[in-house]
């Protein structure tokens, strides 16, 4: 039986949570956010201000979008009749242990309860929770910021209901967002996994004086990250072997990238080399605020994407 998603409670309102809200509100959705952060009025209307021009940009209504949104009283009244909950709260398990017996608790029995963790997998924060409860959590995993990244990683717990897996990657494709189910738990999931792993690599290569964390970055847009953008790593290596295909890269270079990878870098966890990264950094991009950085990478960002829709369409 497909569901039917029409109020949306978001609880934490940081960064990932306030972009959440703009784009469940943008969905038509009612949105009630709970967040015991004081300025939290201020704080939803800001980013509702800020992030309209992102959302009419990939063609939604924004003209009402305040109009859908709640500040709520708590957590209780933000899930009184939600059919569905995203949770953006701290990196602890003992919080979201807590938080989640509270979701459980007060929720409507049918609403899907959906996390944000970036690290932790659902199973280890719902223990304790009634098979039935247990059932409808699971991992929705964005990427920063969630209104313009379309990917939502799905990760269904040990006790995830088949069911609850479905109705979520409905939920996520109907605000336009692309899910993918993961087969398994890790952590880290898939994302941060590869991020991290291209981090660790991009660290030890500045570390190392071979390049600086600013071309380091030229590297990767003008590159790899303009091709995985397109084709991912998969297809993209398929494609660079040629008629052949992935089977002839490999046969043809895999040797030699056996060896690169063999020596692929540990980056030093010392303070002081710590401190020179981020002093170089700071070198690189530090003139420029926060909101002028996000700013710009946003536009970028809603470049890419349109640019992909207009290949997309001219395909079909």
């Not at 046969?251 to 981020?278: C, D």
Request: aromatic residues 6%; glycine residues 8%.
């Amino acid at each position: 039986m497909t569901r039917t998603f029409r109020r949306a409670a978001v609880i934490g309102a940081g960064t990932i949570g306030l972009s959440w809200t703009a784009l469940f509100a943008a969905h038509g959705l009612t949105v009630r956010v709970s967040d015991p952060r004081e300025d939290l009025a201020e704080a939803v209307n800001e980013a509702l201000e800020q992030y309209a021009p992102h959302l009419a940009a990939r063609g939604l209504d924004v003209t009402c979008l305040a109009d859908r949104v709640e500040i709520a009283a708590g957590v209780t009244d933000a899930v009184r009749d939600a059919d569905v909950v995203q949770e953006n709260g701290p990196e602890r398990v003992e919080f979201k242990k807590d938080l989640f017996a509270t979701l459980a608790r007060e929720a409507p029995a049918h609403a899907l309860l959906l996390s944000s963790s970036s690290a932790i997998p659902s199973t280890a924060f719902t223990g304790e929770l009634a098979d039935v409860d247990a059932a409808r959590v699971l991992i929705g995993h964005p990427f920063n910021p969630p209104h313009l990244v379309p990917l939502v990683e799905v990760v269904p717990g040990e006790r995830t209901g088949e069911d609850a897996v479905q109705a979520a990657s409905d939920f996520y494709t109907s605000v336009g967002r692309t899910p993918v189910v993961e087969r398994k738990e890790i952590a880290g999931f898939v994302g941060n996994r590869l991020q991290n792993a291209l981090s660790r690599e991009a660290v030890y290569l500045v570390e190392q004086g071979v390049v600086t964390p600013e071309d380091l970055d030229k590297v990767m847009t003008n590159s790899l990250g303009l091709r995985w953008a397109t084709v991912g790593p998969f297809l993209g290596s398929h494609l660079g072997g040629g008629p052949g295909g992935y089977r002839h890269l490999v046969e043809h270079i895999g040797a030699s990238m056996k060896q690169t990878g063999a020596g692929l870098g540990t980056p030093s966890q010392n303070e002081e080399q710590q401190e020179r990264l981020i002093r170089a950094v700071e070198k690189a991009y530090g003139s420029s605020t926060y909101s002028q950085l996000t700013e710009t990478r946003d536009r970028r960002q809603l470049a890419v994407l349109s640019a992909l829709d207009s290949a997309d369409k001219e395909e079909n």
